[in-house]
């Protein structure tokens, strides 16, 4: 398995979360971490950063701005 070089602490930074949330993903996910500058898995950073994403935008929701209505 191969590592994203990434760090929880960085993928926090990057999408502007607390810490603490990033560890309660991980927690959640099963992901084993040590502390903040734990390094992760390509397969661990993709997961917890798919988890992210889909709370920032829900589904159903447009990327299109200014449009969140869900097409039929």
Same mark, same amino acid.
């Given at each position: =398995?191969?590592? &994203? +070089?990434? $760090?929880? &602490? /960085? %993928? &926090?930074?990057?999408? *502007?979360?607390?810490? /603490?949330?990033?560890?309660?993903?991980?927690?959640?996910?099963?992901?084993?971490?040590?502390?903040?500058?734990?390094?992760? &898995?390509? /397969?661990?950073?993709?997961?917890? %950063?798919?988890? %992210? $994403? $889909? /709370?920032?935008?829900?589904?159903?929701? *447009? +990327?299109? =701005?200014?449009?969140?209505?869900?097409?039929?």
């Amino acid at each position: =398995m191969g590592f &994203a +070089d990434l $760090s929880i &602490a /960085e %993928i &926090a930074a990057d999408y *502007s979360i607390p810490v /603490e949330k990033v560890f309660s993903l991980c927690n959640q996910l099963g992901i084993p971490y040590k502390h903040q500058k734990t390094r992760l &898995a390509l /397969e661990d950073a993709k997961a917890i %950063i798919s988890q %992210i $994403s $889909s /709370e920032i935008r829900p589904k159903g929701t *447009s +990327d299109s =701005m200014g449009d969140d209505r869900e097409v039929t």
